[in-house]
């Protein structure tokens, strides 16, 4: 019982396992020591700046250690009580939700995955007229205007549907894609028949109308909304556009059963050439404001249009930490993990399992998640800028939040335009103190550390079953730029104002400050690295040891730290669900990500620092077709394009190769001085052999492969030229 008297509606629970991995940390702690001790006390006398340069790396990789055990000292787990939830409220009682769906281009998001998002979020198990979906459209494209507009009218049959055959998941492209028809009762399975006809109509329909390109002039004719885009010169230069297809407050806005249907809004906020639009936070802000005039519910949950609704009750999760009687009034936001639907089963380009089972739940003991930008329910006070005080919010709570607006629809439609007009946020607080952050690439990071630091906590809560399923990139260079972008912006974070060790230092605990090292410090992670695999397998080629002798007792806290770290994390990553494979191919892209995606990110944060705004580096992915997803299903690791990146990792995986096949070859020594030599190099040639281990897919990249997924020759080329100089270099 709690101290209102009432039984809590969330609890939460330390994870098991806890003594096992504080007395691993504990140990490595101790082998890291000797290994500074040795470090030191063997100083060479010759080539002292590699041995520094060593040390150096080392200690970096101490410290970035003794952040991960920070992270996963204390992660705790949230389980909540829907059941209490239900018996304690009234349905009348419930509180409304606003759900935000942000699309930004019809040709890279298309409208039929928009349309199932938004219906996989309109069928959630929850009053329907408390619920309103708004989708934001950066595009500003008809064709996904056409696809909501028909999706609003599948709705009235789709929402009944769901609540008589309780499906999971509300999407009806998931749905119908991993449900087979019910077989035992023949009303059903008839009903089961038509739905999902009409699903694959509407579906046909909107395909071939982005095949098309436009929508043609019969059915620009059937709806007013359409009318709007007269005045479109372009996606980027076209006034405000705001439609609401359902009004929920409307008597007629009923599904086939008579049942109230949830409130959906389409949005293309103004877009002029010359104003900044700060992308997705731009979006989010207009939506925040449009909202509060529509529906003005206390709580948004935002989306992204690739994620669609996998549990129709992750809205009453999440209320249930909200309206809490004992601790709910402090939470601003609950984050749901973000986790994928189409992964290979190794997931062969890594799959964030680590960061999402486990660093964000160590967060959330340290004192709250940060905002990953998706699947994320907030409080619209907090995300609006207000700061956390007990008094305020009994006050907002004596306020009444369905203010009833008796405006007819069409008129908030005109009276709304202006909110979302470019230039209504001139000389105001939007995207400083209010709303989402603006001027960041990773503007959800950064947002949710504003929160924070204005002293709301945040929770973490990974229900059974997944809250939503999302898409992640299908290509190496996809996910590398994605790797990127997330490393620069975290990084820019840490060099702006709102580091959190500043900004965040008065309501912020300490271990959370430092939690967030972990992700701001990805960039300075690429220097180490760098070093340790390519200036190891260099001393080799020149004949300077960096390591003590394999046959010394020193040897034995390297290969300590090294192997129980490794073990650890493959314990950890089985134990998180993941497969042996997958954690393979989870190192590979460890360290793929740290020479490349974080390098380029580092460069461009320096070019940045001296005042070029401009990436030197234009970066772009392919077009996905049917050759593309064969590979990927077979998890081959897709190349293709003559990306500097590449040229970065093929020169990296060419140049120990060369240092490994010298070592081996070479006729000068006899078999007594090999001995010698591997005892002398052992640590150095274990090295390469793993780098070269890791780096096999880009050999068979560069000379094994045929089909268009390998290395263009022109990189393999290149880093064959920048390999075999720097061998040169390393011999003579
Ligand atoms: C998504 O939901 C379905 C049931 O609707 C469930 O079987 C599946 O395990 C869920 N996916 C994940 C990743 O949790
Ligand atoms: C992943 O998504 C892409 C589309 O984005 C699809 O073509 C591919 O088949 C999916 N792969 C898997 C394994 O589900």
Redesign the pocket.
């Known amino acids: 019982m709690g101290k209102n008297g009432y039984l809590p509606l969330f609890e939460t629970r330390p994870a098991r396992g806890l003594v096992f991995f504080r007395s691993y940390a504990a140990s490595i702690f101790i082998g890291i020591c000797f290994i500074c001790f040795h470090r030191v006390s063997y100083f060479p006398v010759t080539e002292r700046w590699v041995w520094v340069g060593m040390f150096v790396a080392e200690l970096w990789f101490s410290f970035y250690f003794f952040i991960t055990v920070i992270v996963k000292w204390n992660p705790v787990f949230r389980c909540t009580f829907k059941d209490r939830l239900s018996s304690r409220f009234e349905e009348e009682e419930l509180l409304g939700v606003d759900i935000f769906v942000c699309t930004a281009d019809p040709r890279l998001e298309p409208p039929t995955?928009v349309v199932s998002t938004v219906l996989s979020v309109m069928a959630y198990d929850y009053p329907p007229h408390k619920l309103s979906v708004y989708l934001s459209d950066d595009g500003c494209s008809d064709l996904t205007f056409y696809a909501l507009l028909e999706a609003s009218g599948f709705a009235q049959l789709w929402l009944p549907f769901c609540r008589k055959l309780k499906v999971e998941p509300t999407s009806p492209e998931a749905y119908f894609q991993t449900t087979p028809e019910p077989v035992d009762d023949a009303f059903m399975a008839n009903e089961w028949l038509i739905i999902k006809k009409t699903y694959e109509d509407m579906r046909i329909r909107i395909e071939s109308m982005t095949r098309l390109g436009k929508v043609p002039a019969d059915i620009r004719k059937e709806h007013k909304g359409f009318d709007e885009w007269d005045f479109v010169v372009s996606r980027h230069d076209h006034p405000s556009i705001l439609q609401i297809l359902i009004d929920g407050r409307d008597p007629n806005a009923i599904d086939i059963e008579g049942k109230a249907l949830p409130t959906l809004v389409y949005l293309a906020r103004e877009k002029r050439p010359q104003i900044h639009h700060n992308f997705k936070a731009g979006a989010l802000n207009a939506l925040i404001r449009i909202s509060s005039r529509i529906s003005n519910a206390p709580f948004i949950l935002n989306v992204d249009c690739?994620m669609h609704s996998n549990n129709s009750k992750a809205i009453r999760d999440a209320l249930c930490f909200f309206l809490d009687e004992d601790n709910g009034h402090e939470i601003a936001y609950v984050q749901y993990p973000q986790t994928f639907?189409?992964?290979?089963k190794n997931e062969i380009y890594g799959s964030l399992r680590v960061v999402m089972k486990l660093e964000l739940a160590g967060f959330d003991g340290n004192g709250g998640p940060c905002y990953i930008g998706t699947g994320c329910v907030h409080r619209r006070e907090s995300l609006c800028g207000m700061k956390y005080s007990k008094e305020l919010i009994v006050e907002s709570k004596a306020m009444k939040y369905d203010t009833k607006i008796i405006e007819k629809a069409s008129s908030i439609e005109e009276n709304c335009k202006a909110l979302a007009s470019c230039t209504y946020e001139e000389n105001t607080p939007w995207g400083k103190e209010m709303g989402v952050k603006y001027g960041c690439v990773v503007e959800d990071i950064l947002t949710g550390i504003c929160i924070q630091s204005r002293g709301w906590r945040s929770v973490y809560l990974t229900p059974q079953r997944e809250a939503f399923l999302g898409?992640?990139p299908?290509t190496l260079l996809d996910t590398l730029v994605q790797h990127k972008r997330w490393a620069e912006g975290d990084f820019q974070i840490f060099l702006s104002k709102h580091c959190p060790f500043v900004y965040g230092c008065q309501n912020m605990p300490l271990k959370l400050q430092l939690s967030y090292c972990i992700y701001l410090f990805w960039v300075p992670n690429c220097f180490a690295t760098l070093y340790y695999v390519f200036v190891p397998s260099f001393c080799l080629l020149k004949g300077i040891s960096l390591f003590p002798k394999i046959s010394s007792s020193w040897g034995i806290p390297y290969l300590y730290v090294i192997v129980v770290h490794r073990v650890q994390s493959l314990v950890e990553f089985v134990w998180l669900g993941g497969t042996v494979r997958g954690w393979l191919n989870e190192q590979r892209m460890w360290m793929f990500k740290r020479t490349t995606s974080y390098f380029f990110a580092a460069i461009d944060n320096i070019l940045k620092l001296c005042g070029f705004s401009k990436s030197a580096f234009i970066i772009t992915g392919k077009v996905?077709d049917d050759d593309?997803?064969r590979r990927?299903?077979q998890e081959s690791m897709e190349f293709g394009t003559s990306s500097p990146m590449f040229t970065v990792l093929a020169t990296l995986a060419l140049f120990n190769l060369f240092g490994l096949v010298v070592v081996g070859t070479n006729k000068a020594i006899n078999d007594d001085a090999r001995i010698k030599v591997f005892d002398i190099f052992g640590f150095q040639i274990l090295l390469c052999c793993v780098l070269v281990f890791v780096n096999l897919p880009i050999y068979q990249g560069m000379f094994f492969r045929k089909d268009s997924g390998k290395i263009p020759a022109s990189v393999t080329l290149r880093s064959i030229a920048f390999a075999l100089l720097a061998s040169t270099l390393a011999m003579y």
């Open positions: 995955m690739d639907g189409n992964l290979t898409m992640v299908t996905a593309l997803n990927y299903e």
